[in-house]
């Protein structure tokens, strides 16, 4: 079963990246996503995706880039937010379950601003977990989901959660099927 998982960095970081990888490499937060990824692993091989303003777009597998403390200029940052957005649309045709983990303001910019294409390119029968902001759910259409036959669990972010105990049992629930 091929699961991706796309979120975004924190700004809680390991002081010493050397031999880390990105996923190893974020702190806080993002803790919530690896140990996800740990407990997906029983049914797939979960991939996860991140965005980071400090390093772009990376794999969570990849080793954590030398420039990691520099950050990236706003012309690459550009460049890297529009790669991160393309593979989120190709994860959407070829995965069987979707995680999209994003604070309100990262979801407008990577999400919202390429739903149509996200829709348009979404299997139907596919599993999707969603997890923003109230706010930032107003700015989609989930009704496009579900008229290709997917019902999204989605999870409103409160505080630093990225995904609710609740919605987390939910999806494992749904992918044991």
């Known amino acids: 079963m091929k699961i991706d998982i796309f979120t975004e960095g924190s700004s809680t970081l390991r ?44 794999q969570g597998s990849d080793q954590v880039p030398e420039n990691s403390g520099e950050g990236l200029e706003m012309e690459e940052f550009v460049e890297e937010k529009r790669a991160f957005r393309d593979k989120m649309e190709e994860s959407a045709s070829t995965a069987d379950v979707i995680v999209l983990l ?47 036959g997917i019902e999204p669990f989605l999870y409103e972010r409160v505080g630093v959660a990225r995904i609710g105990n609740q919605t987390r049992k939910e999806l494992i629930e749904q992918i044991d099927g």
């Open 102 to 148: 994003f604070t309100k303001d990262t979801f407008r910019t990577v999400v919202s601003s390429n739903w149509m294409g996200l829709v348009d390119a979404a299997k139907s029968g596919t599993i999707w977990c969603i997890a923003t902001s109230g706010k930032a759910f107003n700015t989609v259409d989930m009704d496009l989901l579900r008229d290709k």
């Open 15 to 58: 002081d010493d990246p050397a031999d880390d990888t990105v996923a190893q490499y974020f702190g806080g937060g993002f803790m919530s996503v690896t140990s996800l990824a740990d407990e997906l692993s029983e049914y797939g091989n979960p991939e996860i995706y991140v965005i980071s303003e400090e390093i772009g777009f990376v």
